[in-house]
Nanobody, 123 residues
Framework: QGRLVESGGGLVQPGGSLTLSCAAS????????IGWFRQAPGKNRDFVAA???????AYAPSVKGRFIISRNNANSTVTLQMKSLQPEDTAVYYC?????????????????WGQGTPVTVSS
């Protein structure tokens, strides 16, 4: 079982940008399909994006066109670039490993969750 660690969260103004990173250790990173989820206060954890072995992405409709997911297998990291952030993007962002290796959008298909990194979009 591996370990994922998120970083890069913080406070940003509406319309601003932020880049999150997910660093993996303890397993072969290039074999992993990694997903990002977010959980706003009082709400369920929702799918944001996922990336396959070769870099093929999948996005939730709410972030498509604003967020970009990418991976660097040499550094064992997955990056989530977030642009045009809005208050509704405020949440704790988590990365996890997709057991189905299909870029699933279902939380139940993921394992090895990181501890999360908080993002607050506010003026």
């Amino acid at each position: 079982q591996g370990r994922l660690v998120e970083s890069g969260g913080g406070l940003v103004q509406p319309g601003g940008s932020l880049t999150l990173s997910c660093a993996a250790s303890g397993r072969s990173f290039s074999d992993l399909v990694i997903g990002w989820f977010r959980q706003a206060p009082g709400k369920n954890r929702d799918f944001v994006a996922a990336i396959g072995w070769g870099g093929t992405p999948a996005y939730a409709p709410s972030v498509k066109g604003r967020f970009i997911i990418s991976r660097n297998n040499a550094n064992s990291t997955v990056t989530l670039q977030m642009k045009s952030l809005q208050p509704e993007d405020t949440a704790v962002y988590y990365c996890a490993v997709d057991r189905t290796i299909s870029r699933s959008s279902f939380e139940r298909d993921y394992t090895d969750w990181g501890q999360g990194t908080p993002v607050t979009v506010s003026s």
